[in-house]
């Protein structure tokens, strides 16, 4: 189950949400979206590989994960058991103590960002809560007591909302025209509150959806996708396809198929792939 928090986190937040069962496979992959993440374990610890050539780590309390620039690998014990919530990508700078910069493609445990105390007692709260719905609750209290304010953020969630309506084809150099700020300016802002820089973001929404868009039941014209996403040619997308996610899109749509295939109408189906 999901919701959106209320207001002012609705501005920084897409949704808190509650996961418990058995996941569709033992490890899932996340090619990387623009988003950010936080869970809080209630379980048992799950493992984290960001990175192919990257060992995977253990995270037993939770993590907190940075808008990434690559694909993520999940294990998740059996079953699971978490809460979490999906960041927007300039949402997670007003709840750290640390630049986002140096989160970038590198989870951190919420023990690390938090401190151990304060996350024993909010994971005693949630686990002791009556139902999901409290335990949503509680979490966005704690998210409400923790908010802070941050030097910056209006103009990187500004200029970030008009690269996410554009779905990333905007021109960065007008932005930051518009925004009457230096291209240096912007990076730096971008890179503290983000984790990336504009152009990174850019390119991460245009991939997304360009991703999303695709229909893995029917029949697919690569070269249509690829012109009307706005990649200078099939060749490009390609070469953006295994920078984001390792895979072709040919293979992509294969694992995608197999998902469809062994779990029609799963709640997860649309992003997470199977790593197995």
């Known amino acids: 189950m999901s919701r959106v928090p209320r207001s002012p986190l609705d501005g ?31 379980g048992e610890p799950f493992r984290i590989r960001a990175g192919a050539d990257i060992e995977s780590a253990e995270y037993v309390d939770g993590c907190v994960i940075s808008t990434p620039t690559r694909a993520f690998e999940f294990a998740y014990p059996v079953p699971t058991r978490s809460v979490g ?5 300039w949402g997670l700078a007003p709840f750290l103590p640390m630049p986002v910069a140096e989160l970038c493609d590198r989870p951190v445990t919420i023990e690390q960002v938090w401190g151990r105390p304060a996350v024993a007692e ?49 021109a960065i150099g007008d932005l930051r025209v518009a925004a009457g700020v230096s291209s ?16 990174r973001l850019a390119r991460s929404y245009r991939f997304t959806a360009t991703v999303l868009a695709i229909d893995p039941a029917g029949p697919i014209d690569w070269g249509d996708v690829a012109g009307r996403a706005g990649y200078f040619d099939q060749a490009h997308f390609g070469h953006e396809f295994r920078a984001f996610t390792g895979l072709t899109p040919t293979r992509y749509v294969e694992v995608r198929q ?15 792939l199977p790593a197995d």
Request: aromatic share 6%.
């Open 122 to 170: 909010l994971q005693d709260r949630l686990a002791t809560a009556d139902t999901p719905q409290e335990m949503l609750t509680l979490l966005e209290d704690e998210l409400m007591r923790r908010l802070c304010g941050t030097a910056g953020l209006g103009l990187v969630r500004h200029t970030s909302s008009v690269i996410a309506a554009s779905s990333g084809t905007v």
């Open 258 to 272: 197999r998902f469809l295939r062994e779990h029609p109408g799963h709640v997860l189906d649309g992003w997470p």
């Open 12 to 42: 920084l937040i897409d949704d808190l949400y509650y996961l418990e069962g058995a996941p569709p496979y033992a490890r899932l992959m996340l090619p990387p979206n623009p988003s950010a993440l936080l869970i809080v374990n209630l």
């Open 85 to 89: 919530v999906h960041v927007k990508p």
């Open 184 to 199: 240096t300016h912007l990076e730096r802002r971008f890179k503290e509150l983000i984790g990336v820089t504009p152009k």
